[in-house]
């Protein structure tokens, strides 16, 4: 298939050149003393950053935002469409309306992007890994410019891989980085199995673990629960439509890995606040009270499961919308077997969901807190396994979101030639 390749080319050249841009240093930074400075913030969301940012984070390269003003910026455009009458109108305007929302998306996407150069420059620079030269002004100029374009860049190369290429762009560009960043996890397993028996079998046990859990994630993310829709038969004219049976598929997953981000970021606030201040004495009370939130503790890893859970509701909220969906269903002469068109669909509707919501928030638990779990009862540093969970199931679900397309795309390329 000449097109499929010419694609899947185009993708594999995109993701190449933003690799190459997460190795390219920005001037005026001790990368070196960057680095080391961050492995001391194990837990806080600078780490979690450097995940998503396949180590350019911590490398301070060209790249090092990654795709998260983008991101952050897509997550506020939906809410605002929610919460403000004249975007929400903009958006089922048609085309034009969604085009406008999305030149709207960039627009905060490079605002945020500035914001967010300031800010990590600032970390920098209290952090005291910059130069001379980067604590002048021009010094200042030149860093935070170089992160804006950074960002602004990664959200055309994302945008690029949309419109020639096949699959989302920036959750490509999300899998590469955190593919990439697998070798340095690899490589923190193989030091736990240097360490002697127990190593070697605690090193066995994850392995075997994240096969069930990429079994585990990849069934559950196909996973759905199907309303049976019937049509009403109607006559136009001297002909007969509706009547046939269809169905409302209300997925396991629906919110994807939106909820882990709410959550972690909430709960490594306060060790990556910890990390601006100097860290206080052994036996003192800020002492114990980070380490009681660190992410070393069960009270962290309830946590993350309590407010992924509340993160879930939240964001199917937000997201699927029963009332609007009762109404169409109504407009179109569909109603779901023994429930009355109207409000009786919506309660019902909204009742599966909620039950739905709750089954995939349990799921998302799982996934990011067995990493957690594991790292509290091996009592091993273990590093960067405390954002496995969420990690692979970015990896997973991009990865079956992509065959998905490919899949659509060799379809209708056989129902054409089935045509001709």
């Not at 969301?45 to 995940?51: A, G, L, T």
């Amino acid at each position: 298939m000449p097109e499929l390749r010419k694609k899947m080319l185009f993708v594999i050249m995109i993701i190449i050149l933003y690799r190459l841009g997460a190795v390219i240093p920005v001037p005026f930074i001790s990368s070196d003393m960057l680095n080391f400075y961050l492995n001391q913030a194990q837990g806080s969301i600078f780490q979690y950053f450097n995940i998503l940012s396949g180590q350019a984070f911590s490398k301070a390269t060209l790249f090092a935002l990654s795709i998260t003003p983008y991101i952050n910026s897509s997550i506020i455009m939906q809410l605002l469409t929610i919460a403000i009458p004249a975007l929400e109108k903009m958006q089922k305007s048609g085309e034009e309306g969604r085009k406008k929302i999305t030149q709207i998306t960039r627009y905060v996407t490079v605002a945020l992007g500035l914001i967010t150069s300031y800010g990590y420059y600032m970390y920098m620079r209290n952090a005291g890994v910059l130069t001379a030269e980067g604590r002048t002004l021009f010094g200042a100029v030149v860093i935070i410019a170089c992160y804006s374009a950074g960002s602004a860049l990664i959200m055309w190369m994302g945008e690029k891989i949309n419109e020639n290429g096949i699959g989302n762009g920036i959750s490509l560009i999300l899998f590469a980085n955190i593919v990439s960043g697998g070798l340095s996890m690899l490589q923190g397993t193989l030091r736990i199995a240097s360490s002697g028996v127990i190593g070697i079998i605690l090193a066995i046990l994850t392995l075997i673990g994240s096969l069930a859990i990429v079994t585990f994630v990849v069934f559950i993310t196909n996973s759905e629960r199907r309303l049976p829709v019937q049509y009403a038969k109607r006559v136009v004219g001297r002909k007969m439509y509706g009547g046939q049976s269809s169905n409302l598929p209300i997925k396991l997953n629906m919110s994807g890995v939106m909820p882990i981000i709410f959550a972690n970021s909430i709960v490594a606030l306060p060790s990556t606040i910890a990390i601006l201040f100097p860290a206080p004495k052994e036996g003192t009370f800020w002492f114990n009270l980070l380490n009681f939130l660190s992410y070393k503790s069960w009270f962290y890893a309830l946590m993350f499961f309590v407010l992924i859970i509340l993160f879930s509701f939240f964001y199917t909220s937000i997201s699927f919308n029963p009332v609007e969906i009762a109404n169409n269903l109504k407009s179109n002469g569909g109603f779901i077997p023994g429930i009355r068109p109207g409000k009786p669909t919506a309660d019902y509707i909204t009742k599966i969901l909620n039950r739905i919501t709750l089954l995939g928030a349990i799921f998302l638990g799982i996934i990011a807190v067995a990493p957690l779990i594991v790292n509290l009862a091996s009592n091993f540093a273990l590093g960067g396994i405390a954002f496995g969970g969420s990690s692979l199931l970015i990896v997973v679900g991009v990865a079956l979101e992509t065959a998905r397309e490919i899949q659509a795309q060799m379809t209708l390329r056989h129902y054409k030639g089935f045509l001709e």
